[in-house]
């Protein structure tokens, strides 16, 4: 996922789409637990992707907050 699909989702979008990723990641360890992932670089991406995601909602949020102010 680019920086620039991201920040065109809407407030709601984002959390989905973070909540999903979370999900996602969280199955791609158990999977590997369990037996190993034939690409385990996969684990790496949804790591990215959440910490992108996660940026933006922070960026978002200090903007709000210095609008506000």
């Known amino acids: 996922m680019k920086q620039s699909e991201i920040t065109e ?34 684990i790496g991406v949804a790591r990215r992707n959440i910490a992108r995601l996660t940026t933006e909602v922070n960026r978002r949020n200090k903007q709000s907050q210095e609008v506000s102010e």
């Open 9 to 42: 989702l809407s407030e709601n979008e984002l959390m989905e789409r973070l909540d999903n990723e979370k999900d996602y990641l969280a199955r791609l360890r158990l999977n590997h637990a369990i037996s190993p992932l034939d690409n385990p670089n996969k």
